[in-house]
């Protein structure tokens, strides 16, 4: 079955820098690749996705990059600001089968 | 708009109790839906999911059972409880391939 691999585990930026999450995925056959987000205290939500039919995709201050040749996608956040701290979890999926699996999340700290 | 309700919140068990945690859906139909646990360090692990009324497919083997007697009701259930099924488990809809959406999650603690 698929296998997510996330880095690093736990991030601290000063407030205003940029934060990045890396991870990997196994199964080749995987085109869809969503990011969450999960303040204390609640349930993950959904910031930010890509399908394997583009390389890029950026909503604000966040983006996500593709590389489905090696197997890898990342979150980029910019200008980070204190409400940006919480835990994110990236996942991957074969679309059809409808089941995401998970990394295993990074923590991110903004210091302001 | 859809919504997902899921309780309790909190609670503290011993082992050896039983355990019930309940989940809805409100404002969509034959949504999927999933139970998920969160374990320190350990990310989400999907323990069953559902796609649609008495289909329950278990990902983990483990102490813990999942029903699903109506189309927007999901239960998680163990008849004896165990330390190591302490966590923060989730539950949460689809419909179709794509985005999860997650309740609000039930801390659970075996002492």
């Known amino acids: 079955g698929e296998n997510v691999e996330q880095h690093p585990s736990t991030l601290s930026v000063q407030e205003g820098d940029s934060a990045v999450i890396k991870c990997t995925y196994s199964?080749?056959?995987?085109?869809?690749f969503p990011w969450y987000k999960q303040e204390l205290g609640k349930g993950p939500q959904l910031i930010i996705d890509i399908r394997s039919n583009v390389g890029e995709k950026k909503d604000q201050r966040i983006a996500v990059t593709l590389n489905k040749t090696a197997k890898h996608f990342s979150l980029h956040i910019t200008e980070t600001q204190p409400e940006d701290s919480a835990v994110y979890f990236c996942?991957?999926?074969?679309?059809?089968?409808?089941?995401?699996?998970f990394g295993t999340g990074t923590r991110l700290t903004i210091i302001p | 708009s859809q919504t997902i309700h899921q309780w309790p919140a909190t609670l503290v068990q011993p082992v050896g109790s039983p355990l019930s945690l309940e989940c809805t859906v409100e404002g969509t139909s034959n949504p999927n839906l999933y139970w998920y646990r969160q374990a320190a360090g350990r990310g989400l692990q999907l323990l069953f999911y559902?796609?649609?009324?008495?289909?329950i497919s278990s990902e983990v083997p483990q102490n813990l059972s999942a029903s699903r007697p109506q189309d927007r009701q999901f239960i998680l259930s163990s008849k004896k409880l165990l330390l190591s099924d302490s966590g923060f488990y989730l539950c949460?809809?689809?419909?179709?391939?794509?985005?999860?959406?997650f309740g609000e999650g039930s801390r659970l603690t075996v002492l």
């Open positions: 996942a991957a999926s074969i679309s059809f089968r409808e089941k995401l699996t």
């Open positions: 559902s796609v649609g009324i008495g289909q």
């Open positions: 199964d080749s056959a995987s085109n869809y």
């Open positions: 949460a809809w689809s419909v179709g391939p794509g985005e999860l959406f």
